[in-house]
């Protein structure tokens, strides 16, 4: 069961040493563990709890060490295992710049993960676009349906304070017995590998740990029996200041939300589950802040896509294709967020001018610039493949558009769903089978 505590710190030992260093963490004997429930990908859609909040929220926290849903091994390379939750990618930025150490609550062996991903590729290999419409249109629907009520037009807004206090345990009613039983296991698991990195270092004593809320809570649960870590709430740093989410809300952070509102499989489908006011807000704060930035105009035209404005959209990718050069996106390119996931802005840009070529039936325009990028070759996948073990074979998506042309309609979000199995250069080497290879 979930559980909501009345007062904001649970404690396991003597009340007067946790309080008593509340403004230094550093003077406890005992270990302090701040729990963060986040939203994993469903940050994209939650204007009011964006990765901007986390960062922001992590200031007040002050932690000395941060934890994770991945693998340490991973974590200590600079790369993710799960590399498409965002909370993993700022949990890392944030400890790079902090000077503190990340670990990872995932207790895996890379062997039965690689094998798993390659059956993952085995089961994909032969499926075509119908058959990855048929089985995700329905979930989907339903997604998109519950992104409008919860997080884009949710009345109050959906922020952090809120969602601890009503919308968790709402979604949680609505798990199926075998969900929730394996939520419950899984928890335990994660709370035992929990207090196993708090014990190995020892000399850590403000620990945040941001993981995804349905096992969060659970989490604390299992935690607060073990009865050895003072678990303090995160209520104690809410609401999260405004003024501190704004000094985050740079143009590299707007870019990461703002791709992944314009620029994902939920905004290809259901562009109508996200604010458009809210939206076109964020883009003219975007562009108050980077105005000469390639990756601004690039999201300025896929808004005018996303409204079917391809007379306004067209000249800023032509402009693009032309003059982006060696641009980059500035934010991590957790998969998700970013279809395809390339950090070249002039890719990108030459990518959707094929599409608008396609849509007014413009063909060999359209064919010429498909061909162009297949000729890059397999660096195409190369970002995709950047983090974990199963990555999105983007070439084949891009093959697939000689073949189909680029229609417009929210199917097209289904061409992005072929799976491959790979090692990338900066995981750990697997036994009997080095990394890269």
């Known amino acids: 069961m979930l559980t909501r505590k009345p007062c904001s710190v649970l404690l396991f030992s003597a009340i007067g040493s946790i309080f008593a260093g509340a403004g230094s963490s550093h003077a406890q004997t005992v270990q302090q563990l701040i729990v963060v429930p986040t939203l994993a990908n469903d940050h994209q859609f939650d204007l009011d709890y964006t990765v901007a909040h986390l960062e922001a929220l992590l200031d007040a926290i002050r932690p000395d060490a941060i934890l994770v849903d991945d693998n340490s091994e991973w974590l200590a390379n600079g790369c993710l295992f799960q590399d498409t939750s965002p909370e993993n990618h ?22 039965t993960a690689y094998q798993s991903a390659l059956r993952t590729e085995e089961q994909y290999r032969t499926a075509s676009i119908d058959d990855a419409r048929n089985a995700f249109r329905p979930r989907l629907d339903r997604t998109a349906a519950a992104i409008a009520r919860d997080y884009s037009f ?13 919308v968790f345990s709402l979604k949680a009613d609505s798990w199926t017995p075998q969900y929730r039983a394996g939520i419950q296991t899984r928890s335990v698991v994660l709370a035992d590998s929990i207090r196993s990195r708090m014990r190995e270092h020892p000399e850590r004593s403000r620990w945040v740990a941001l993981l995804y809320w349905g096992t969060a809570l659970p989490i604390q649960d299992s935690l607060r029996l073990r009865g050895d870590i003072a678990l303090v709430g995160v209520e104690q740093f809410l609401p999260i ?3 501190a989410v704004d000094r985050h809300l740079d143009a590299a952070n707007l870019g990461w939300i703002l791709s992944g509102v314009l620029d994902e499989w939920y905004g290809m489908w259901a562009p109508q589950a996200f604010s458009g006011e809210r939206v076109s807000a ?60 390339w950090s070249s802005v002039a890719w990108k840009a030459k990518l959707n001018l094929a599409f608008i070529h396609d849509y007014r039936g413009e063909r060999d325009a359209a064919m010429a610039l498909y061909r162009e990028l297949l000729s890059i070759g397999d660096e195409l996948n190369s970002e995709a493949q950047a983090g974990g073990y199963v990555y999105d074979d983007i070439r084949r998506v891009i093959e697939s558009y000689t073949t189909t042309p680029y229609s417009g309609m929210p199917d097209e979000a289904f061409r992005h769903f072929p799976l491959k199995a790979g090692i990338p250069d900066c995981a750990p080497a697997i036994e009997g089978r080095p990394s890269g290879s």
Request: no cysteine.
């Open 241 to 243: 200041d405004p003024a």
């Open 282 to 341: 964020m883009l003219r704060r975007l562009h108050d802040a980077a105005p000469e930035d390639p990756a601004t105009m690039f999201l300025q035209a896929r808004w005018f896509m996303q409204q079917r404005d391809f007379e306004a959209a067209e000249p800023l990718l032509r402009k693009l294709v032309e003059d982006a050069g060696e641009a980059r996106f500035a934010f991590p390119l957790n998969g998700k967020w970013i279809r395809p996931p």
């Open 90 to 111: 700022v949990a890392l930025r944030y400890s790079t710049r902090a000077g503190i150490p990340v670990f990872g609550t995932l207790l895996l062996t890379p062997p």
């Open 154 to 166: 949710a009345t109050p807004p959906a922020r952090l304070d809120r969602l601890l206090n009503s």
